[in-house]
């Protein structure tokens, strides 16, 4: 009753972390906005990461007060908050910049009860289950919330043509029914902790998490005549808070009483060596999604014979053996880690996540895609195989009163390194855009006969605008130059600059080079994951009233 309960509640949460991805541009549509407007790049960025950095933000509070409260009064809370959230978003009659600030405010509230679902569903499968099952409970639990990051592509894609409101309302009735029977069914099996809660440190961690998250999304705007915005005030100054807000939360968590992130947790090897291991795969793989569907999106599928406007929704199809990768593995790296322990599955998934993006680098633009299609599954099945183990060890390391404030923590940590990992790898992928995009787009469109004018107005806009034309389904070259643009041209070059071969041939050299750079970031970030995990010791299982672990599962 608890796995199923709590799966069902991470797969929503985390189905809608990615949904608007494919979605946005019908949702923009929807609300009559146009979001690669300069002025409406803040509702861009937002409405992608507005739900991951709240959930990420929130998810220690949330779980402490799952240890403070019960894990499963907290829980049901979430599965409340997010459904009204749901409906909220669905009912939004505005448009223009109100509709958008509405569905931002929303998102925000559904990214609270994601973060209440998400903070004690890991919390409350450790209580249920023994310590030779946990792996498997846990390696499903945790499979079912990856995965769900990638079926939300495919949902996302399939429900906004028919209607965008679809994309948030489907969430409400599964809502209802989670709500239901998490209220009616699950059991609390936690004992309460008397402890007052934390609210200075709750209130320094938040702010400066938030400040941090703002900076690095900020930073891959253009500022000041700059392909990107790292030199802004606004960005060097939330950086330069949120770093001093979060150094001020480390003092004051070694002051206080009863603080809110158990620092003394990291005493525990298997703790800290998991959740190191856990932010090293999220910063590899967080940033790795947006890249694929760029690539699909902008390149492959349209010099394949695919529309742009059909492109966000075949890219997450094509995308599909990755979610199968993490199926499969899950729960059988669960399993055998529960015998077997963590670490040699854990690490092999990261030693195996490293090479897939070793042949990712390999591979040419246009790919044959039975090879694309068998490394995202090979990648999938890697990660799957890190995933479960490592998440059912550091749940095993928490002693039974912190599990909600450990499992949170663990949490946080992937979360946020999914943010920073999207500003690192769009960094990364606009400086190698920016060294040879302009050039290549302004002789490409003079080519066609575009006036030299409006081809260096087109090339001297930010490669960022670029990326997010093919990411969102446009036709770039048709909103880049313009309709009045277009329609001066001679009927072939208009014809040949909004095809589907133009814009993908103009952007795959620099493209390419920006993918190498990102790509080998991942690399080197899941070879040190790969490394934390090897370092995490033998098999820990944290003292309680349970039957003892046999002696044959101690092994490593």
Known sequence: MALTNTTIGVLLATIDSSIMLIAMPDIFRGIQLDPLLPENSFYLLWMILGYLVTSSVLVVSVGRLGDLFGRVRMYNLGFVIYTFASLMLTIDWMT?????????????VQGVGGAFLVGNSGAILTDAFPPRQRGLALGINNVAGISGTFIGLVLGGLLAPINWRLVFLISV??????????????HDLSKRSGEPI???????????????????????????????GWTSPVVVGCLAVGV????????????????????????????????????????????????????????????????????????????????????????????????????????????????????????????????????????GLAMGCFASPNRAAVMNSLPVSH???????????????????????????????????????????????VPPAAAAAVAGSPPVSVLFAA???????????????????????????????????????PFQAGLHIAFGFAIAACLIAAGASAFRGSRYVAAELETPVPSHEKAS
């Not at 009735?173 to 699950?186: E, T």
């Not at 450990?406 to 690192?424: H, K, L, P, Y």
């Open 198 to 228: 934390d609210w200075l440190g709750n209130v320094t961690f938040a702010v400066g998490l938030i400040l941090v998250m703002i900076g690095i999304t900020h930073g891959i705007q253009p500022h000041g005549g700059h392909t990107m």
């Open 96 to 108: 223009g910049h109100a509709g958008a600030i509405w569905l931002l405010l929303w998102r925000i």
């Open 244 to 379: 001093a807000l979060l150094v001020a939360f480390g003092v004051i968590e070694t002051r206080v009483r009863f603080p809110m992130f158990r620092l003394p947790l990291f005493k525990i090897r298997a703790f800290t060596f998991g959740t190191l291991s856990t932010f090293l795969s999220a910063l590899g793989r967080g940033g790795l999604m947006f890249m694929l569907i760029i690539w699909l999106q902008g390149i492959w599928l349209p010099l394949h014979g695919y529309s742009f406007e059909s492109t966000p929704l075949w890219a997450g199809i094509h995308m599909l053996p990755l979610t199968v990768g993490f199926l499969a593995a899950g729960p059988v790296s669960g399993y055998l880690s529960d015998r077997f322990g963590a670490r040699p599955f854990a690490t092999a998934g990261m030693l195996a996540a490293a090479m897939t993006f070793v042949l990712l680098e390999l591979l040419p633009i246009d790919f044959p895609y039975p090879a694309f299609a068998a490394i995202l599954l090979l990648n």
């Open 173 to 186: 009735p599964c809502g209802v029914f989670g709500a239901v029977w998490a209220y009616r069914r699950l």
């Open 471 to 509: 990411f969102l389904g446009y036709n770039p070259m048709q909103h880049l130059l313009g309709n009045n643009v277009i329609a001066q041209l001679p009927p072939a070059d208009a014809a040949a600059l909004t095809g589907h071969s133009f814009f993908p041939n103009l952007i795959a050299g």
């Open 403 to 449: 599990r909600g404030a450990g499992g949170g923590m663990n949490s946080t940590f992937q979360n946020s390194a999914q943010v920073f990992s999207i500003g690192i790898f769009f960094s990364l992928m606009i400086t190698g855009l920016a060294a040879s995009l302009p050039s290549t787009l302004t002789s490409g469109l003079e080519a066609h006969h």
